[in-house]
């Protein structure tokens, strides 16, 4: 009746769920200040993007004054957020 399917248990289920709900975002914000290539290196170097994917982030920064450049758990988020806001680029969590 249920083949090969995976069938969840609640708990499963449950943590699945909690981890969705504890997702945070790490906002870039428009500083007017800084370079591209500055913001795409600390991107590279901070976040692990691809130079492309950061190149991105940055334009879509500058644009639309803000990007959401990484989701995750917030122990792996807030160390991200504390490096981009030791480079002197402002940045946030939501």
Same mark, same amino acid.
């Given at each position: !009746?249920?083949?090969? %399917?995976?069938? %969840? @248990?609640?708990? #499963? #289920?449950?943590?699945?769920?909690?981890?969705?709900?504890? %997702? +945070? @975002? =790490?906002?870039?914000?428009?500083?007017?200040?800084?370079?591209?290539?500055?913001?795409?290196?600390?991107? /590279?170097? /901070?976040?692990?993007? #691809?130079?492309?994917?950061? #190149?991105?982030?940055?334009?879509? @920064?500058?644009? $639309?004054?803000?990007?959401?450049?990484? $989701?995750?758990?917030?122990?792996?988020? $807030?160390? !991200? %957020?504390?490096?981009?806001?030791? $480079?002197? =680029? +402002?940045?946030?969590?939501?």
């Amino acid at each position: !009746m249920f083949g090969s %399917r995976d069938i %969840r @248990t609640d708990k #499963e #289920e449950s943590d699945v769920i909690s981890d969705l709900l504890n %997702r +945070k @975002t =790490l906002m870039l914000i428009n500083d007017d200040f800084h370079t591209f290539d500055f913001v795409v290196d600390a991107l /590279v170097d /901070v976040c692990e993007h #691809e130079p492309d994917q950061a #190149e991105q982030c940055a334009y879509i @920064t500058h644009y $639309k004054g803000k990007c959401d450049v990484k $989701k995750g758990k917030m122990s792996t988020i $807030k160390p !991200m %957020r504390d490096r981009l806001a030791e $480079k002197g =680029l +402002k940045v946030n969590i939501v």
